[in-house]
């Protein structure tokens, strides 16, 4: 239910696709970005998902590529998701990077930046069947998520 203990190469390269745009946006922010006034208990739950979500996505060796069956589709879809976020990502840093750029959707998905990574890895859970990644994302997606459209809310506010 929770998962194998055992080092996952694709939690490594998830955390990797998730790890780059962002090492690289924190040079490249939009124009007039803040976090000030972020709600304390989205961001409790945004940090402890991000930690929980580390560490199941390293410490458990279900996510690794097995014998493909029809399970193997939600790792295929958690890959297409990833594949996706690196493509918003390069639409962002692309962009004027301005905050509108920034809390845009992507193919029909509200608030990529943070939808997208956070289903990757619901659906990288589901594929290891591993319930400590379920809950890791819903936790980060609380967090994530809600501080996104609290921000997004905030600039269409100011327009």
Known sequence: MFGNLGF???????????FIPNIIWAKRKPQ??????ENKILLFFERLGEVLVCCCSLAFSDFNIHKWTRWSLWL????????????WWVR???????????????LGIPLAGATLPVLAFF???????????????????IGHIGIHIQHKKSIDIGN
């Open 32 to 37: 007039g970005y803040t976090s000030d006034k």
């Open 92 to 106: 962002y840093f692309r962009s004027g990077r301005k905050l509108s750029d920034f809390y845009s959707s992507f």
């Open 123 to 141: 659906m990288l859970g589901i594929y290891g069947k591993a319930a400590c990644m379920l809950i890791a994302a819903l936790i980060l997606g």
């Open 8 to 18: 996952s190469y694709i939690g490594l390269l998830f955390l990797l696709m998730l």
């Open 76 to 87: 295929a879809a958690a890959f297409i998701l990833m594949i996706m976020y690196e493509a």
